[in-house]
């Protein structure tokens, strides 16, 4: 069983402004899953932002490449979302999750039913 834990969120940040979200893995082999960034909106589905395979080959949403980055650190167990030139339509909760399924695009990985494990969320605020 794997727990994650994200952090960096709460508090409000403004527009324009940079923040780097964590995923802390626990109670599993981090090294064997493939982790994504999810958010999701009030009133709206839950969408893929990144995901970083094993391999750490990365994908990311077009809505957010070249603001967003997603990476991992193995032997910290924990993976990263980097986001830069926030906008206030960025906030919205955002989660990790883990999948040990394997995929070649960004479209495997954005179906919700792969994963195996959640977060609870981090809430981000993006002020105009």
């Known amino acids: 069983q794997v727990q994650l834990v994200e952090s960096g969120g709460g508090g409000l940040v403004q527009a324009g402004g940079s923040l780097r979200l964590s995923c802390a893995a626990s109670?599993?082999?981090?090294?064997?899953?493939?982790m994504g960034w999810f958010r999701q909106a009030p009133s709206k589905e839950r969408e893929l932002l990144g995901v970083v395979r094993r391999s750490v080959i990365t994908y990311h949403s077009n809505s957010v490449k070249g603001r967003f980055t997603i990476s991992r650190d193995n032997a910290k167990n924990t993976v990263y979302l980097q986001m830069n030139s926030l906008k206030p339509e960025d906030t919205a909760k955002y989660y990790c999750?883990?999948?040990?399924?394997?995929?070649?695009?960004?479209?495997?990985?954005?179906?919700?039913?792969?994963?195996?494990?959640w977060g609870q969320g981090t809430q981000v605020a993006v002020s105009s």
């Open positions: 109670g599993g082999t981090f090294s064997m899953y493939h």
């Open positions: 999750a883990a999948t040990s399924r394997y995929g070649s695009s960004f479209n495997f990985y954005a179906d919700r039913s792969l994963y195996d494990y």
